[in-house]
Structure formats: structure tokens, C-alpha cells
């Protein structure tokens, strides 16, 4: 048996999958704590895990219109929005994020520390400790390397030489770019604890022993790219929120006709309109239609047509297996549980790593994406179009037995078992 301290932010769709592995892991016996931020408690709680709050990080919950903090969707270019977050999340509270971790190894005797790379400062908390620390990446991979664009700009693979130059130009500005956002705050957080500054900010996740890329490597075309040793991909967590057990199934699901699945986040993201916009698509269709609505609206702020239901929430492992189509956001858990189960999907990406996704499911020929400004009768000749074709059902049957295939062992599990046996002993500091 083994022990592992889990760190981890509310960021949306970041937290089912990294709660699912550490369910997975006290499954197999080993000990395992959580520290997070408070509005995980109830997630964490369904999944039989401690939480132990942050204290010195900041608190994040972009479930909530209200008590969000980060307020990413109110930057309209995709640059503001990726500064806002690691800035504000990622780099800025490095320092707190590792006395947090430091505190809790105090009371925790972990022998590996597993960090939601949101979190990154947690890694330094490990470094400092002289234990063994693995990232967990679920988005695609999202680090600059050559063979593959640059993530956040929701591009396709590079073609011919104009191609390559674009990504190699765009692979400086990355680099350039976080650096500026980035190297200054950890370097004050690494020289406060003791540690030796860095030259570059990607070399602080260079120092973690593990980057586990919790998604499809036949969905990802970065996983074709030169990667580091470190990097290992582990297959995508499939886990619904706790929060989605209460599900009904709507009386005006009932009939034959193609189900179409709506999902545009759990998390605020200023997309009121859009809803409005695929539930006045579907109205006209010859379709049924279940929209999701998270905790972010009430059903009472739209006015459905019959053959549409809005809920608040529904679990994905129950619906998706019915659906014909998935309408989504593009965030990666809706994204990879529709392709898990063979569903195509029409994405309206909002932001974060939407664009990247949807890029991916568009690539693959498994979906298409549309603009987040597309009108109701475009949107509605884009369902037409995918429920039509059988290329799109086909194209993510394929990835359905791939994702089968890849989960067929629990990579991130055994990656993690094996990193514990290479516990180092120092005293913790």
C-alpha cells in the first residue's frame, strides 16, 4: 500500500477525470488525500476521498457565475483568455500552491505527489520535499513540440513547408509568451523555498518525473510529435461529476426519432445565447433534443419546444449511448465520452483548450465545429448534415474502439504504482 496527495484546482472539466484516478487508486488499497479547493469537497465526498482545503492558494469555482474568480469567458481573444488563466492560476500562486503541499506533507507521509498540472506550483511543494511528482494533463498535449502546432489556437497539423515555418515561428512565440507570464512568479516561488531558479518555465514541468496525458493518443495528433521521455499517455478519464447521479429521463424524450445531446459546460462561460440558439435549431428538426444545463442555468431562462427537454444535468455514461449526436462546447470530458461511445460531435468551442479540441474532432472527421456565433439555421444545417452522413458515425466508431483498446489497462494507475517504488527519503523540509 502507498500513499498519494492529490492537488488539485476546480477548473470545470479538469476534476472528474483527476477525482476519478484518485477513486481508482484507494480502490486498489492505497491511501490516498486530496487537496484542493473547497468546492471539490462534494465531488470528493461522493467518491469516498478526503479533501483537505487550500490555504494559502487562492479559491477557484468557475461553476458559479457568481463566485467565479478567474473570468476567462469575459476576455474575448483567445490570448487574453490562456494569459488570464495560467496567470492567475497556474503561475501567479505558485508559492502558495507549494507551501500547501508542503503543510500537508506534514501531516500527510505521501509517497508521491500527483498534481493536476492547473496546479503547477504544487510540483514545487514535491521538489522541495525530494519526492516523486507526476503531472496530469487532461487536455490534449498542450506543451510546444515540434511535429505538432501549438496548442490554444485551435489548429490543424501543419501541411508543406509554409506549414512547418508557421509552427515553428508560432512554437517561439509560445515559448516567449509563457515565459513572460510565467518564469518571474516561479522562479520567486523556487528561490523562496531554496531551489535553484530556472532559465525557461516549461522546465519546471521537465522536473516532474511523470506528464501523464489523460486523452486519446489516436485523437491527439500531438502524441505523433517529438515528446519527452517523461511524457506517457494514459488514456482519458471517463468519470461523470457526482453531481449528475439525480438524473430523470424527461417524457419528451420518448419516441424513435434521432436523439441529439446538448452540452455546453458545467462551467460559465457567457453562453446563454448560443443555448438559445441550439435549442431554436432543434425546434425545427425532426429530432428529440436533451440540453444540459449544468448548475450555470435554470431551465425557466429558456423557452423549449416540444420535442426538446432541458435538464440540469444528466449522466453521460447513461445518455450518450442513445445519442445520434453530441452538440457540444468542446470541453475534452464531453468530447472523449461521446467518442468513447462511438457519437459523433458538433462543436462550439468558448474558449480554454475548446478550440484545440474541437480541432482534433474535426481532424479525425468525427464531427464538425461550427463558430460560437454561428446562427440557429447554421447550427441546424450542421445537425442535418452530421445525422445524414454516416462518414461522421463511422469515423467515431473508429475512435471508440481505440479508446477501448487504450483503456483496456489502467495506464495512469500502474504509471503511478511505479513511480511510488522510486520514493526517495529526505526529510521534509
Known amino acids: 500500500m502507498k500513499r498519494f496527495l492529490f492537488a488539485v484546482v476546480e477548473g470545470g472539466g479538469n476534476s472528474p477525470p483527476v477525482l476519478g484516478l484518485a477513486q481508482r487508486l484507494a480502490a486498489r488499497g492505497h491511501q490516498v488525500r486530496v487537496l484542493g479547493d473547497p468546492a471539490l469537497a462534494p465531488d470528493a465526498e461522493k467518491q469516498g476521498l478526503t479533501l483537505v482545503p487550500f490555504v494559502h492558494a487562492p479559491h477557484h469555482n468557475v461553476r458559479s457565475r457568481h463566485h467565479d474568480r478567474l473570468r476567462d469567458w469575459a476576455v474575448s481573444n483567445p490570448l487574453g483568455q490562456l494569459a488570464r488563466i495560467t496567470s492567475q492560476v497556474m503561475f501567479e500562486p505558485a ?34 520535499a525530494g519526492l516523486p511528482s507526476a503531472l496530469l494533463m487532461h487536455t490534449p498535449y498542450a506543451l510546444p513540440a515540434v511535429g505538432a502546432p501549438p496548442f490554444g489556437l485551435g489548429l490543424m497539423p501543419a501541411r508543406g513547408p509554409l506549414g512547418a515555418l508557421r509552427d515553428r515561428l508560432l512554437r517561439g512565440f509560445s ?160 468530447v472523449m465520452k461521446a467518442l468513447s461511445h462511438g457519437v459523433p460531435v458538433l462543436c462550439l468551442p468558448l474558449g480554454r483548450d475548446q478550440h484545440d479540441n474541437a480541432a482534433r474532432v474535426a481532424y479525425s472527421g468525427a464531427g464538425l465545429r461550427l463558430s460560437p456565433t454561428a446562427s440557429a439555421s447554421r447550427i441546424r444545417r450542421a445537425i442535418e448534415r452530421m445525422l445524414g452522413e454516416p462518414m461522421f458515425r463511422s469515423r467515431a466508431a473508429e475512435l471508440a474502439h481505440a479508446i477501448a483498446d487504450e483503456r483496456a489497462v489502467d495506464r495512469a494507475v500502474l504509471e503511478l504504482e511505479a513511480l511510488s517504488e522510486r520514493r526517495a527519503l529526505p526529510a521534509v523540509a
Not at 98 to 120: G, H, I, M, S, T
Not at 181 to 193: D, K, M, S, T, Y
Open 95 to 128: 508559492g502558495a500552491y507549494a507551501r500547501d503541499v508542503l503543510d500537508e506533507l506534514q501531516r500527510f507521509d505521501a509517497d508521491v505527489v500527483v498534481v493536476d498540472y492547473l496546479a503547477l506550483g504544487a510540483a514545487l511543494g514535491a521538489e522541495k
Open 175 to 334: 515559448r516567449w509568451f509563457f515565459n513572460r507570464l510565467g518564469l518571474a512568479p516561479i522562479n520567486a516561488a523556487r528561490v523562496a523555498l531554496g531551489l535553484p531558479a530556472l532559465r525557461d518555465v516549461f522546465d519546471q514541468i521537465a522536473r516532474s518525473e511523470r506528464l501523464l496525458v489523460m486523452t486519446s493518443a489516436a485523437f491527439d495528433y500531438a502524441s505523433r510529435a517529438a515528446l519527452p521521455d517523461s511524457v506517457r499517455y494514459v488514456g482519458p478519464g471517463l468519470d461523470d461529476p457526482g453531481w449528475t447521479a439525480s438524473y430523470v429521463p424527461p417524457a419528451a424524450l420518448t419516441g424513435t426519432a434521432p436523439l441529439v445531446v446538448v452540452g455546453l459546460g458545467s462551467t460559465f462561460q457567457n453562453q446563454g445565447a448560443l443555448t438559445a440558439r441550439v435549442i431554436e435549431a432543434l425546434g425545427v428538426l425532426p429530432v428529440r433534443g436533451l440540453v444540459t444545463l449544468g448548475d450555470v442555468f435554470d431551465p425557466a431562462e429558456f423557452q423549449a419546444p416540444p420535442n426538446v427537454a432541458l435538464v440540469r444535468s444528466a449522466p453521460h455514461r447513461v445518455v450518450f449511448p442513445e445519442a445520434n449526436l453530441v452538440v457540444a462546447h468542446g470541453g475534452h470530458g464531453t
